[in-house]
């Protein structure tokens, strides 16, 4: 190919894919209220348009300031994309200060390599380069391994799709940026420009694109404890009439033999005491009582379990790692966030008798409710 056709291409390329992901930014942006999913999905969008211009041909001929705003977010892109795919696979995930301080570092960090800091300091230009190549790959790989370890808790069918078409490709994306310039002996910058990094660049933002623009988004983006599509498909239908045998199968282990008291409990382990495939109690859980998670499904029973105790006169000596250990918590940490979470006070102020405050969402239906209903 021609230099002069490459690099028509390459901008063409990226000038779409930029435009692209300012539509996904805007289409993110409208759910900033539903999920706090939106708003870091919006976050990554611009972080990856300004990582895409930052390494357009002749981006270094930009006037200064444009150059270090673009490149503080461009370095922080892939930091933004860790937790927006912490916060899209995890209900319960909220940013914490850390984490942003993290982020505003990361940006200040590229804003200053490009107002030229390694011509200053030579001996840390090496180190500098190096940090800000290698650190999108880091976190690259570390969603890779939250998106596998937490896979198979997973009851949203849309969402576990969607840790391995989007997630996992777009991770495995920036993996292979940093393998082609070890293989072809090029310094990774020479790879981020170049022609077929934007049209991979491309080709991946399109497919993101019209994942997460599809109508079925809401689903992944509904809050805990709501199902989705009431009254409007076969979901609805399945969900309003759920296997009566099975739903008494799982009360009976859940309320009876109280399996949910077992720290290592799993998906797997409960659907074979069913006698069902996973992928079926999955979707019991799911549609017929609303949860999104399996450990959410769990702690609904511990919590109730835990509130008995914690009102039982007989038992107001027992402490509240003793209790939080008996009804299935491995430790003192989970419970106390999972009952606040449930309740809205915690455990030591719900045994003195705080009134918790009214929960502006329906909590999920236990397997009785459902029966009842």
């Known amino acids: 190919m021609e230099p002069g056709t490459a ?6 390329l990226r000038g779409g894919t930029v435009g692209v992901l300012a539509l ?16 870091l999905g919006t976050a990554f969008a611009i972080g990856l348009a300004a990582a895409t211009l ?44 850390w984490q942003l301080a993290v982020w505003a570092g990361l940006g200040g960090i590229g804003a200053l390599s490009c107002l030229g800091l390694g011509s200053q300091h030579p001996a840390a230009a090496p180190a500098m380069a190096w940090f800000t190549g290698l650190m999108p790959v880091a976190w ?8 596998i370890a937490s896979w198979r808790d997973d009851l949203v069918e849309g969402r576990r799709q969607l840790r391995t078409l989007i997630v996992a490709a777009t991770a495995l994306y920036s993996v292979a940026q940093l393998l082609a310039a070890l293989a072809s002996g090029l310094d990774l910058k020479t790879v981020v420009e170049s022609a077929l990094n934007a049209a991979g660049t491309a080709a991946l933002t399109l497919f993101v694109a019209g994942r997460l623009l599809q109508p079925r988004l ?69 549609q017929a009582l609303g949860h999104r998670n399996v450990n959410a499904f769990l702690n609904a029973y511990r919590i109730g ?30 419970f106390n966030r999972a009952f606040k979470a449930d309740t809205g006070v915690t455990p030591t102020d719900y045994r003195r008798g705080v009134v918790p405050p009214q929960s502006p969402l329906a909590a999920p239906k236990t397997v009785a409710e459902t029966e009842s209903a």
């Open 7 to 12: 690099l028509t291409l390459n901008l063409l």
């Open 24 to 39: 996904v930014a805007v289409a993110l942006w409208r759910d900033r209220r539903v999920h706090v999913a939106a708003p």
């Open 54 to 97: 930052s390494a357009m041909p002749g981006f270094a001929a930009m006037p200064v300031g444009w150059r270090a705003i673009v490149s503080a977010l461009a370095a922080g892109s892939m930091f933004v994309f860790w937790l927006f795919t912490r916060a899209l696979l995890d209900d319960e995930f909220r940013p914490r200060a």
């Open 140 to 147: 690259a790989l570390l969603v890779i391994v939250q998106s």
């Open 218 to 286: 809401g689903e992944l983006f509904a809050p805990p404890g709501r199902t989705t599509g009431a009254g409007a498909g076969p979901v609805a239908v399945e969900a309003a009439r759920p296997d009566a045998r099975q739903l008494a199968t799982l009360e009976r282990l859940m309320t009876v033999e109280r399996v949910y008291r077992e720290p290592s409990l799993t998906i797997g382990a409960l659907a074979m005491r069913m006698g069902l495939p996973e992928h079926r109690l999955r979707k019991l859980i799911n």
């Open 305 to 334: 379990d835990a509130k008995r105790a914690l009102r039982d006169p007989a038992r107001a000596d027992v402490p509240v790692l003793t209790i939080a250990m008996d009804v299935g918590f491995q430790s003192i940490g989970p």
